[in-house]
């Protein structure tokens, strides 16, 4: 017979989930009541309110899906496009990518503007397609891409959307709480975003954001939703309004790590997040190159959460991510497609984000890069990043 | 700024969630570490196994979906129906109802056999509608109806199925844990279930297995799974197999809860377990009934893990419901569609299965009652279950 699973201790510098701390862990073990609770109610109120000063927006329809950042995705999707929709994405990474699967299961007639890997969506190329297609109904595209590092300019994008009588779908999933994500201030209509990234709390969970724009498209659909589950119609009925109809069981206890972390957020102020993730960021990528890493991403474009950059020559992937897990216990992340081999992506983000896993990062990564060439000072990530916090 | 929200401590005796153990929340809240950290992925085949035990099944395509028990359901209606085909719906409550709205959704030519709320499913009305309609490719019910208490005959449906070349889809949300499902002994195809009902999991799952046939369906499909979230050729990359590829983020910490939960079902023994559902349902039963109570569905069909028993004559619903919970912190369900008002729905589910939770309920319950009526004695329920344990 099993026994029970004990975890090991690990510093999450992947790409997600990042370290959760204790006190949303305290957060997320306490006694479960019902989801239609008064007190779990009141409870869902304040964290609507927290999502909403999160993401920047007065959106009423401001909510966390009960299910992962794909399924907030998915949630975009099936319910602001209905078959034959004509749907631009851009894709500059696997989650545009993986945007243009959910519409094309929607039935959409999917319009792809692709950008290499590692660069911004360029907003002129998205010019281009929305002239050559006033049909289309819905931009889609990822401010933060996880598989890249790449940030997109989000604000001249939605307001692309916006001239050309689209509806803009936008990926938030590592965004949210690392770098500004202004729902309001963008004129986003439909964002959705994970809460393992950023915000620090478990995976499972995916706060989505819906302007009156969305709302009204949601609202004149020809037939329903192609997914039950996600039908925002059924799921407003619990979330909003006095009535607070069953649709789902909602996930109590992540919910009130969500409210948690929200919190957290709140205390510390976005601008405070914002500014401690450009901070450690600066450090660790003094670090980095100090041992003779290269980012993927130019700099104006970098998310400091996400920092993509080359596996250096000589060195096995596979075999450093594994001893760093057995003799660091850190976790940092592979490529994807075709980043696999090529590439790591090491997380800074929300409760991750902090002095002492920068070091322990460069330390670890100093030790084995130096173990395999000697040109390498072992310590001169450390130095470095210890200079960068000093000049700060 | 809102708190740090602290929930009451409640015993929960409604449709679910139920009571869930301090050793299942602590599980909850160990540390988080990566979906694909190796120590995560043994955690995982150990799920598995466990979960194979729980459904009895030897099915390898076995697995927790990402969401709660809707999901479930949802997880099946879109990897087995593909737009035109014809779908057999028995409904006899609200979650027959659910299945119906899946299918269509999907596309299929859905035809609803009706029975009457509180009533099993009709093993004839079905083989009438099976010979009426030898197109159908899948039969699909509700095993244990969360919305009236009413167990069906799993077993004789799915044996109709089989018979008339059709897969099975069996909800089976409130049943497992609490009273035999026998996955490989019916030959059922698909079946969904949840965490937070007999498991005494937090909700946010959804536990399903395909067999064998289910899974020749999926294969042989013609277009893909209208959800990509919920497409289990793509999940079953990350569950199954060696490579383990990403397809999202679990959540990994209800994992490590459900993990711990199915622990504690497999130490006590499925069968222990079913007899524990048993014996407080007929102690609770014998009390209810004392207080002058009657039962919604006839004894050989009653779920011993949810009593659906109507409300007595001068008693409010929503005030006593509301009573329960500020006096006694218990919470009992209300009756849904047109059992609301009428009905309330008492849950004996995993943990919650128990003899204080008896007496609490029926001692909270005794003293409401016994107020309203002089003509019952607020003892008297107290009084009748302890005579069941006594006899038992």
């Given at each position: 017979?099993?026994?029970?699973?004990?975890?090991?201790?690990?510093?999450?510098?992947?790409?997600?989930?990042?370290?959760?701390?204790?006190?949303v862990?305290?957060?997320?073990?306490?006694?479960?009541?019902?989801?239609?609770?008064?007190?779990?109610i009141?409870?869902?109120?304040?964290?609507?309110?927290?999502l909403?000063?999160?993401?920047?927006?007065?959106?009423?329809?401001?909510?966390?899906?009960?299910?992962?950042?794909?399924?907030?995705?998915e949630?975009?999707?099936?319910?602001?496009?209905?078959?034959?929709?004509?749907?631009?994405?851009?894709?500059?990474?696997?989650?545009?990518?993986?945007?243009?699967?959910?519409?094309?299961?929607?039935?959409?007639?999917?319009?792809?503007?692709?950008?290499?890997?590692?660069?911004?969506?360029?907003?002129?190329?998205?010019?281009?397609?929305?002239?050559?297609?006033?049909?289309?109904?819905?931009?889609?595209?990822?401010?933060?891409e996880?598989?890249?590092?790449?940030?997109?300019?989000?604000?001249?994008?939605?307001?692309?959307?916006?001239?050309?009588?689209?509806?803009?779908?936008?990926?938030?999933?590592?965004?949210?709480?690392?770098?500004?994500?202004?729902?309001?201030?963008?004129?986003?209509?439909?964002?959705?975003?994970?809460?393992?990234?950023?915000?620090s709390?478990?995976?499972?969970?995916?706060?989505?954001?819906?302007?009156?724009?969305?709302?009204?498209?949601?609202?004149?659909?020809?037939?329903?939703?192609?997914?039950?589950?996600?039908?925002?119609?059924?799921?407003?009925?619990y979330?909003?309004?006095?009535?607070r109809?069953?649709?789902?069981?909602?996930?109590?206890?992540?919910?009130?790590?969500l409210?948690?972390?929200?919190?957290?957020?709140?205390?510390?102020g976005?601008e405070?997040?914002?500014?401690?993730?450009?901070?450690?960021?600066?450090?660790?990528?003094?670090?980095?190159?100090?041992?003779?890493?290269?980012?993927?991403?130019?700099?104006?474009?970098?998310?400091?959460?996400?920092?993509?950059?080359?596996?250096?020559?000589?060195?096995?992937?596979?075999?450093?991510?594994?001893?760093?897990?057995?003799?660091?216990?850190?976790?940092?992340?592979?490529?994807?497609?075709?980043?696999?081999?090529?590439?790591?992506?090491?997380?800074?983000?929300?409760?991750?984000?902090?002095?002492?896993?920068?070091?322990?990062c460069?330390?670890?990564?100093g030790?084995?890069?130096?173990?395999?060439?000697a040109?390498?000072?072992?310590?001169?990530?450390?130095?470095?990043?210890?200079?960068?916090?000093?000049?700060?």
């Amino acid at each position: 017979m099993p026994d029970s699973f004990i975890p090991p201790q690990r510093t999450l510098m992947g790409p997600g989930p990042s370290d959760v701390s204790d006190r949303v862990l305290a957060a997320l073990a306490r006694p479960t009541i019902g989801h239609l609770d008064p007190a779990f109610i009141t409870m869902m109120d304040e964290l609507k309110g927290l999502l909403q000063s999160a993401f920047r927006t007065r959106n009423a329809l401001t909510l966390p899906v009960s299910a992962p950042g794909s399924a907030g995705m998915e949630t975009c999707f099936v319910n602001l496009i209905e078959p034959g929709d004509t749907v631009i994405i851009a894709r500059n990474g696997v989650f545009g990518g993986r945007m243009q699967e959910n519409a094309d299961r929607c039935g959409a007639r999917t319009i792809t503007v692709d950008d290499e890997w590692g660069r911004p969506v360029d907003p002129d190329k998205i010019e281009d397609a929305l002239r050559a297609h006033p049909e289309a109904r819905i931009l889609a595209f990822v401010h933060a891409e996880t598989s890249t590092g790449a940030r997109s300019d989000a604000r001249a994008l939605c307001a692309l959307a916006t001239q050309y009588d689209c509806l803009s779908i936008v990926d938030a999933v590592t965004s949210l709480g690392g770098i500004d994500v202004d729902v309001d201030g963008w004129g986003a209509d439909a964002v959705y975003s994970g809460t393992q990234k950023c915000l620090s709390c478990v995976p499972g969970l995916s706060p989505v954001t819906f302007g009156d724009r969305a709302v009204a498209r949601i609202h004149a659909r020809r037939r329903k939703a192609q997914s039950w589950f996600l039908d925002l119609d059924l799921v407003m009925g619990y979330w909003g309004g006095e009535k607070r109809a069953y649709h789902h069981t909602a996930p109590v206890n992540a919910l009130y790590a969500l409210h948690e972390a929200l919190l957290i957020l709140h205390e510390e102020g976005l601008e405070n997040a914002w500014r401690r993730h450009a901070l450690h960021h600066r450090a660790l990528a003094a670090g980095l190159e100090a041992l003779g890493m290269t980012f993927v991403v130019a700099p104006e474009w970098r998310l400091p959460q996400l920092n993509s950059v080359r596996i250096p020559a000589g060195l096995d992937d596979a075999a450093v991510r594994r001893r760093l897990l057995e003799e660091y216990s850190l976790e940092i992340g592979a490529g994807l497609g075709p980043f696999a081999g090529q590439v790591w992506r090491i997380g800074l983000m929300g409760h991750a984000c902090r002095r002492e896993n920068v070091r322990l990062c460069l330390q670890a990564l100093g030790h084995l890069i130096g173990e395999a060439d000697a040109a390498i000072d072992a310590d001169a990530g450390i130095s470095a990043a210890d200079a960068a916090y000093t000049a700060a």
